[in-house]
């Protein structure tokens, strides 16, 4: 085969040897083996799902955070509540006994209204705005001052509201019973007039939901009223339907130490693993209403202690060691999460440094193999380099002088 | 013999010697010109002269010029420089087009992953102004990287519909160059004589028309003819047939032949087949499939949206808003909501629920109608950007070394070797001076003949 010219293959040779000595460079200033997609398409393909399983593993790991924090503010309000029932507890005993006086009697029973005050304040703790015990309503506070009597804003002498008149399709009405511990929540349906909406009460104190004689009427001032009738029963109505207006507590309606529940019973979950999601709130109906009414039952022996014999002091002291003893059950599913949640802490830092070094061996390349591939790259780019300087000049003219 | 026969011979070898060694001289001269095939000085022995039955050489004579060429090889070459530039074009998009689908921070794979991220933010705190709003900024952020994706493959389209115009000009260029050559050609192969140049110019110029389109070279009475891969003439005799371009009902620039016809799909290879095959083909797949995506991830979220109430106690209205049809979702999409309160979280209707955003964190691990879920749609969609930009890589790189290959074959045969043209240099030198020293002798010998008589008289 006759050899000519030697150019085009020398050039071709050192452009290769100079393509790979470029790589190298770049694999040992960037650590990255795949700097773009065509370096390898399958391990871009999968970076981007390493990249997603690490994104989420991130989310994850500040939620674990957060919702530990909500969760140790939820426990610190549990274990305050424990010591004000234990608190509680010693002063019914100390009130049943039969040598108390009675000006002793009222000195303790103020010294229990203080406790359900802060009872009533852990019950309304708030973490970062949202009320913890309020369930899924956690704008406003669960626990609220409860009254006999609330009327609405619409209606007057001068144009009386009537059981006739119509109710906003969609609107709520509902009423929170500070005994009974429930709600009534009423969702007018398209034609429902006042008259459906008395009808629903009183079905609903049928029910247990509302105290027994807990109505609506239409007051002498054309306003829509409901009351307990009964100065120990109180409620908290509201209500968003523009026929009524907003239903206010009549001044001086107030019913001393009782307070009504308005929040609900949603419960939020937060995601904090692929298939983990836990829960980050207890309802204030579940923790201090059911199973022992926490609140009802201080509120039972301040009455006791003011008024009442022994007997009903001892009486309501137990109902406020049956409310402790659920509230101390309810505890356990918490500091279970917070386990929970501690464990997940420590996977999902072990998951974040397994997908790390899943996307280093992806797309990255190690110092070492870097180094010996640019040290490669160097030699052979050398001496493609020497055997061009070598070979090129050579013609048989050199040797015809 | 006599002397002046003699003469003539030495004269003849005088001019086959100064011939070789202006062929010599081309050759040299030529070492490093593109498409030149080196040239041979065909010497043959003169006719003898018969003399008293005897035959006696009168030397050599220059035959004429030979063009040392393998047509095989050049057709080979021709054929893989189509192939190169073919690749290389649609490398040359593909490289453009990669960066879109390569992990960064405004990505669509990384922005999917944010506004996820975001709505499980939003869980830990529902009625967080700051949580929904993160939502909207995450949803908006995705939205963007779609509209950008989208735009940088169609941007691409249309500078592959400007370079389509400019490949057809190009082509029609070197068809009117490359038919204007063939009536010469025709003329000297007809009386028998080399093509020389003007072959090497043509041959030159068919080579650069190989990178631009696919041709096929017919040799003919007439010089050479060619066609496009499907048949279609450009060159036939002395007569050019040009391209035109026009603009398709889809906006894109269609090739048509000298009689209107459509012969875009037809040109595969070559720069201009390169290109039409990552307009009409690559670009619009990749397109398609980002559409789809963009298209069904909206769809589910809006249907997320619909299925919770948002913190006005209201059933959730649309995230995104996309077009009617798949056909530019990907470049449309965009927020339906700017309202952070709007955002559909609760599944009670308390603002503090935070329900249905478990509705929207399963379309992360949900199959869209497509089969696979969002982040593998779009795990596939990087994949095959990247096989083809790697595919694409590979073949020009392939064709790179062939066509090295095959240009140092034919350089073996038709290229010119510095080395053999000053050997052949000292060989012409050498027979010339020879050549002269027989004319220098017979001149001295003239001169004694001519002397004789005037000695004698002397």
């Known amino acids: ?401 | 013999m006599s002397l002046s026969t003699s003469l003539t011979s030495a004269v003849n070898s005088l001019n086959a010697a100064s011939a070789a060694i202006q062929v010599t001289n081309d050759n040299i001269a030529n070492a490093n010109t593109p498409g030149y095939t080196r040239k041979m000085a065909i010497l043959q022995e003169a006719e003898p002269t018969n003399e008293n039955n005897l035959s006696i050489g009168n030397g050599v004579v220059l035959a004429g010029y030979q063009s040392v060429r393998d047509e095989l090889l050049q057709t080979r070459i021709q054929q893989e420089t189509q192939s190169q530039s073919g690749a290389n074009a649609q490398l040359s998009s593909l490289q453009q087009i990669q960066p879109t689908f390569t992990t960064s921070t405004q990505d669509i794979g990384t922005q999917m992953s944010a506004l996820f991220a975001s709505i499980s933010s939003l869980s830990v705190n529902p009625t967080g102004s700051a949580a929904r709003q993160a939502v909207l900024t995450a949803g908006q952020n995705l939205a963007t990287a779609f509209n950008t994706a989208s735009n940088s493959l169609t941007t691409q389209e249309s500078g592959l519909n400007t370079q389509v115009t400019q490949d057809v000009t190009q082509i029609n260029q070197l068809t009117q160059q490359i038919a204007a050559l063939n009536p010469q050609l025709a003329q000297l192969k007809a009386s028998g004589q080399d093509g020389g140049t003007l072959e090497d110019q043509q041959s030159q110029l068919v080579l650069q028309l190989s990178a631009l389109t696919s041709v096929a070279v017919t040799n003919t009475d007439d010089g050479v003819t060619l066609t496009t891969g499907n048949g279609t003439p450009l060159v036939v005799g002395s007569n050019s047939f040009a391209l035109q371009t026009a603009t398709g009902s889809n906006g894109a620039t269609q090739v048509l032949d000298q009689d209107g016809t459509n012969v875009t799909g037809s040109l595969t290879a070559g720069d201009l087949g390169g290109t039409i095959q990552t307009r009409d083909q690559i670009i619009p797949t990749v397109l398609g499939q980002l559409d789809t995506l963009a298209n069904q991830f909206a769809t589910r979220f809006n249907a997320a949206q619909a299925t919770g109430l948002d913190q006005n106690g209201n059933a959730g209205t649309n995230f995104f808003t996309i077009p009617t049809t798949v056909a530019g979702s990907a470049g449309a999409i965009k927020m339906a909501v700017s309202d952070p309160a709007l955002i559909a979280a609760s599944s009670d209707g308390s603002s503090g629920s935070n329900g249905n955003l478990a509705n929207f964190s399963a379309i992360q691990t949900t199959a869209l109608p497509s089969g696979k879920t969002p982040g593998d749609m779009y795990a596939s969609l990087v994949y095959q950007v990247g096989s083809l930009a790697s595919n694409a890589n590979a073949e020009s790189s392939a064709s790179a070394a062939s066509l090295m290959q095959l240009n140092t074959q034919l350089a073996s045969v038709s290229g010119v070797s510095i080395d053999e043209e000053s050997a052949n240099l000292i060989t012409y030198q050498q027979a010339y001076e020879a050549a002269a020293r027989v004319v220098s002798t017979i001149q001295s010998l003239f001169a004694v003949t001519m002397s004789m008589g005037t000695a004698a008289a002397a």
């Open chain 1, 1 to 401: 085969m006759r050899v000519t010219n030697m150019v085009p293959a020398m050039q071709y040779a050192m452009q290769q040897s100079q393509q790979a000595l470029s790589t190298a460079l770049q694999q040992v200033s960037t650590g990255l083996r795949v700097s773009q997609l065509s370096d390898d398409p399958s391990a871009s393909a999968n970076m981007v799902t390493s990249l997603s399983a690490s994104a989420s593993v991130d989310q994850f790991t500040t939620n674990t955070s957060a919702v530990t924090s909500l969760m140790q503010t939820a426990d610190s309000a549990f274990s305050s509540v424990v010591t004000s029932l234990n608190s509680a507890i010693t002063i019914g005993t100390e009130g049943a006994n039969g040598t108390e006086s009675a000006a002793n009697r009222q000195a303790l029973a103020l010294q229990l209204q203080g406790i359900l005050q802060a009872v009533i304040g852990q019950a309304n703790t708030a973490y970062q705005g949202a009320f913890v015990f309020a369930g899924s309503a956690s704008t406003m506070p669960p626990f609220v001052a409860a009254s006999t009597t609330y009327t609405s804003a619409q209606g007057s002498a001068a144009s009386p509201l009537a059981v006739t008149t119509g109710l906003t399709a969609g609107s709520v009405t509902s009423i929170s019973d500070a005994t009974t511990g429930k709600t009534m929540v009423f969702k007018a349906a398209a034609g429902d007039t006042v008259a459906t909406l008395q009808t629903a009460i009183g079905d609903a104190v049928a029910a247990g939901t509302l105290s027994a004689g807990t109505a609506a009427t239409i007051n002498g001032t054309g306003q829509l009223e409901i009351a307990t009738n009964n100065s120990a029963n109180g409620i908290v109505v509201s209500s968003n339907d523009a026929a009524l207006g907003a239903m206010t507590a009549t001044a001086g309606s107030e019913v001393a130490n009782a307070y009504a529940y308005v929040g609900n019973s949603g419960v939020n979950s937060v995601q904090v693993g692929d298939a983990m999601s836990v829960a980050t709130n207890v309802p204030g109906d579940q923790l201090f209403l059911s199973g022992g009414n926490v609140i009802g039952s201080m509120g039972g022996l301040i009455s006791a202690l003011q008024s009442g014999t022994t007997t009903d002091i001892g009486a309501a002291t137990s109902a406020i060691s049956a409310a402790l003893t659920h509230v101390t059950q309810q505890r356990v599913p918490l500091d279970n999460t917070l386990s929970q949640l501690n464990s997940q802490q420590t996977y999902l830092g072990q998951e974040k440094i397994t997908l790390t070094t899943q996307q280093n061996s992806l797309v990255g390349i190690s110092l070492a193999e870097a180094a010996t591939n640019l040290s490669q790259a160097e030699l052979t780019n050398n001496a493609t380099l020497a055997a061009a300087a070598k070979s090129m000049p050579q013609t048989l003219l050199d040797y015809l002088k």
